[in-house]
């Protein structure tokens, strides 16, 4: 589901079984040698995680991406966020990343650091079987960590 | 000459009453026109997205087949990617649409190895048979919806949404 208010209503009332969050972590660079790579990771991260939403539409929260700065303490965005998702009581948490400062932060369980692919220059048929082959990279982790027992 | 003369105020009479008959007529058309539009209105639910996927190489098997469509919200155009279960069972071709009838997540062919010949679902384990019947005693409601399906020059379009016909 996505953050919306259409959505809500059906997450409150279904709430026993969305019990997955998925945040999208986005680093914003604003500097000229840094934004068109910075905008296209964003455009491939939130391609992905719609894709994710198809998928396990009924099972999972997409929330609206973090933005933060490049010299964001990103230890302090992982604490506050992971306990306000906890307070939420949801089972699962996925973080999706394209930046690779999150590999060092070992407060947030199940990041899933992924290389951003440039997908702005593709015709969108081939865009979509890109985006297609990396959703099905992560799909099993996804089913794995539902499956573990607990 | 004939012996009738037409007088002077029944020339201006006629006149008249064919003018104003002409106005009248320009104002009334067009909303004469607008009255019967929607008889004349051509039936646009047959819209049909044509796929690449080949009648001649459907099978009993389910297959995926995805095809994209424009959907306009309000000035905003985009284009829509989405996907259908297609078969064939005797000369009938059969497409169903993935969407989970319980939370709408996209449910798969096979995809779980202790049923592999049914839909399931990975969410919650849902499961339906191949006519998109749900599997009594998992968390879906109903049966999967089916598309209106058509052939085309040997390739297979579809069309809406429409629920199951085939239980």
Redesign the interface.
Known sequence: MYFIGKDMD?FIQ?KE??DTAIVPLLEVDLSTEGVKRSASASEYLQSLTALLE??????ILLLPPISYAKKADRERIAEEMNQELQEAEFKHVFYLTTDAAWRTIDSLENVLWLPAIPIENMD?RFR?SVMEDQLRQV?PL??KEWTKPS | MSNNRVSRRQFLGYTLTGVGGFMAAGMLMPMIRFAVDPILQENTAGDFVLTDQAVADLSEEPVRVDFAYEQVDAWYTSEVTSSAWVYKEGDKIIALSPVCKHLGCTVNWAADPEHPSQFFCPCHAGRYEKNGQNVPGTPPLGPLDEFTVEERDGFLAIGAVKANSLI
């Not at chain 1, 198809?54 to 099972?59: E, L, M, S, V």
Request: hydrophobic share 25%; charged share 20%; net charge positive.
């Open positions: 059906q279904q079984y969305v198809k998928q396990f539409k009924g099972r969108q979509n799909l996804f089913t």
